[in-house]
């Protein structure tokens, strides 16, 4: 292992986000926290020297940033000594201990990173009396909810392995996140985007923005870091079954016609000139898979609806939609945004309305052979007006909603989730239902700024 810090440019996504924060309303926007009840004892020894090893692996979660003349570097150290927190805060009344883990939770995700000194990740375990918590928290600037998975699993084993006596051996060794960010700047360099670019231009050309109607204007436009919190939705079996079937039916992924739903609800909503982002996960060979790192990137999708189309229709063209996404994901957004004309630039600085796909995530986790239960986010702050994230559980579909609390109530969004579900059931009974009969009770809007 080398001694010397390794430095490299940092790579577009990050460069992106780090300038995006230096105006944000609130940093904390960009930290993505797990929080994890346990159901068994905790070996709090094992599991500080299991972050340690796991730091030491993983690059990603060895860096800090630099900022010089306009640029930014990325430098890779080739150690850092990090602590996990042991937290036993003392609560007299049991029916407060939930109260004070998400007091705890919330502010362990709200603490301030120091970019340009790390350590880019930090792991508490809380205890109240017979119960436990686990914490993790990293900025998004050097990790996406897949390489959260990925550095996850890596601590369960390391874990499993020290709690035996053992010392980890990791199967492999980590994927080199300098390898991936130098595998982008050649790409960018031999003009392998131009095509994917030329796809872009033409898909976004005259786009317009839509949301979901605010419930109160706060007299300025909203943006990255106004405040916000999550809800959880479960969707219903019913609604479960719907999207199976129309996907198989049409041969589509189920995330195109969770797209298609969310389309049919806007569009009836009263907006049927659509825009929704998508988070695309962007790891198309086993080593980006692998990789603890930024390496997702912000797509978007366009629609028209018209009141004439059917249910299938609408799902047909968000899977032909999806298929030309994943074509051409490849395109760093900033570098997508940047190459359209100024009118559609300044209609695409903030993306109002998200959806993301997070897989199994959550689903069988384990520290060693403990149990884990993923609980909700304590979001502080909001990316956009509204992000859906969402994945398949044991019991079905279970979507996390962030949302910008500024201009939505909770029941808002609660009432758009429903009326997600109710499009999914009609998919089922008939799927040839012109979307004018849909009946939803959210509203539209063109998004402002």
């Excluded at 800090?64 to 150290?77: K, M, S, W, Y």
């Excluded at 996850?152 to 390391?158: E, I, K, R």
């Excluded at 916000?228 to 589509?252: I, K, M, P, S």
């Excluded at 939505?408 to 579900?421: A, C, F, G, I, P």
Aim: hydrophobic share 45%; glycine share 6%; net charge negative.
């Amino acid at each position: 292992m080398t001694t010397r810090p390794l430095v490299i440019p940092a790579t577009i996504q990050q460069a992106a986000r780090w300038h995006t924060l230096q105006s944000a309303r609130d940093s904390s926007v960009y930290h993505i926290t797990w929080r994890l009840e346990c159901a068994g004892h905790v070996d709090f020894d094992a599991l500080a020297a299991a972050w340690q090893m796991v730091t030491n692996r993983h690059e990603s979660l060895r860096s800090r940033f630099v900022a010089r003349d306009g640029e930014l570097d990325l430098v890779i150290q080739p150690a850092v000594d990090v602590t996990a927190r042991l937290i036993e805060p003392v609560v007299l009344d049991v029916d407060q201990a939930a109260q004070e883990f998400l007091r705890i939770a919330v502010e362990l995700h709200t603490q301030e990173f120091h970019l340009d000194a790390g350590p880019m990740a930090r792991l508490a375990l809380v205890r109240i009396g017979a119960q436990k918590e686990l914490i993790l928290t990293a900025h998004h600037i050097v990790v996406d909810g897949w390489g959260m998975m990925v550095l996850f699993n890596d601590l369960s084993a390391a874990y499993a392995s020290l709690v035996r006596g053992e010392k980890p051996v990791f199967t492999n060794d980590a994927a080199s996140f300098h390898s991936y960010a130098e595998k982008l700047r050649s790409e960018e360099e031999q003009g392998r985007w131009r095509r994917s670019l030329d796809h872009w231009r033409t898909a976004l050309d005259g786009v317009v923005v839509t949301t979901v109607a605010h419930d109160r204007e706060p007299g300025r436009p909203t943006a990255v870091g106004d405040p916000g919190t999550t809800v959880r939705y479960r969707f219903t079996a019913q609604a479960d079954l719907g999207r199976a079937a129309l996907a198989q039916e049409l041969g589509a992924t189920p995330f195109s016609v969770m797209l298609a739903a969310w389309q049919i609800v806007l569009a009836r909503g009263g907006e049927r000139e659509l825009t929704i982002g998508v988070r695309s996960m962007n790891r198309s060979t086993r080593s980006e898979q692998a990789l603890v790192g930024l390496v997702s990137n912000s797509c978007l999708v366009r629609a028209t609806v018209d009141d004439q189309a059917s249910i299938r229709e609408v799902a047909t063209a968000a899977r032909d939609a999806t298929w030309n996404l994943l074509a051409h994901q490849g395109v760093p957004f900033p570098v997508v945004h940047a190459a359209l004309p100024e009118e559609t630039r300044s209609r695409l600085t903030n993306v109002k309305l998200t959806l993301n796909y997070l897989g199994p995530i959550g689903q069988d986790i384990t520290l060693g052979d403990i149990g884990l239960t993923m609980l909700q986010a304590p979001n502080r702050a909001a990316r956009a007006d509204m992000v859906v994230s969402y994945w398949d559980g044991s019991d079905g579909i279970l979507a996390e909603i962030e949302y910008n609390t500024e201009v939505y109530e909770e029941e808002t969004v609660l009432r758009m989730m429903r009326d997600m579900d109710d499009v999914l059931v009609m998919a089922a009974a008939d799927v040839d239902r012109p979307v004018g009969g849909v009946r939803v009770l959210t509203r539209s809007a063109p998004a402002a700024g």
